[in-house]
């Protein structure tokens, strides 16, 4: 079975500042790898994936995320924070051997960018 | 469709009493999950649909829990003699077969039972 470890309940960061969330996973398969968002009282919009290939991802936003196999991390980032990334931040892995596998995901960080 | 859409967004439910949780998944999407998230927590995995066959169920918490899927599109999850643990958001999602394997996820379900 996969599990997931989001380190940092809460990440406050000053507006134009760079971040970084981290996740780190445990599986004893490959993976597939998620990073979603979650907008109060909204459901979850993919940022980014990982499924095979070159290991710095590129999602929507601005932010990026690094997948490092030995190290078992995911960690999302951004470069420069604006008020609107305030949000709850989940990442996620799935069974990376066959389809449509459900997701595992962390227990979120909540990212707070202060003006 | 335009997203996974569900109905209703709100639902307070007295303890003992039966609950219906409504998913309209993207049209042409055959993959269908619901997940419960319960609060300050990330979601977790309650079943997963193939078309209308039910593949896992591995996640359903107990007996009082069921979904179905008859004709491989809208999907129902239903809760019987609602407890307080019960109260969360359920979360459906949608995926088409094959790479990227993304799941579109709906707005929510937020279930108080009282």
């Known amino acids: 079975a996969q599990s997931v470890t989001q380190l940092d309940s809460q990440v406050p960061v000053f507006e134009e500042a760079p971040v970084e969330l981290r996740c780190n996973y445990s599986s004893s398969v490959s993976v597939y790898l998620f990073w979603y968002v979650q907008y109060p009282n909204q459901g979850l919009q993919l940022l980014l994936k990982?499924?095979?290939?070159?290991?710095l991802v590129k999602g929507i936003n601005g932010f990026e995320a690094e997948f490092n196999k030995s190290q078992t991390s995911f960690h999302l980032r951004k470069p420069s924070v604006h008020i609107s990334d305030t949000a709850e931040y989940f990442c996620?892995?799935?069974?990376?051997?066959?389809?449509?596998?459900?997701?595992?995901f962390g227990t979120g960080t909540r990212l707070t960018v202060i003006p | 469709g335009a997203g996974v859409s569900q109905s209703p967004r709100y639902k307070v439910a007295k303890r003992g009493q039966d609950v219906a949780l409504r998913c309209d998944p993207i049209s042409g999407h055959v993959s269908l999950f619901w997940y419960q998230q319960a609060l300050g927590q990330g979601p977790e995995f309650l079943t997963y649909?193939?078309?209308?066959?039910?593949?896992?169920k591995s996640g359903l918490p107990s007996d009082r829990f069921f979904a179905e899927r008859p004709e491989g599109s809208v999907s129902t999850l239903k809760i019987q003699r609602t407890q307080q643990e019960d109260s969360a958001v359920y979360l459906c999602?949608?995926?088409?077969?094959?790479?990227?394997?993304?799941?579109?996820f709906g707005p929510g379900t937020r279930l108080t039972v009282t």
């Open positions: 990982y499924l095979s290939g070159s290991t």
């Open positions: 999602a949608s995926s088409s077969p094959g790479p990227p394997y993304e799941q579109y």
């Open positions: 649909f193939q078309n209308e066959a039910q593949l896992d």
């Open positions: 996620a892995v799935s069974d990376g051997r066959s389809g449509a596998n459900n997701l595992f």
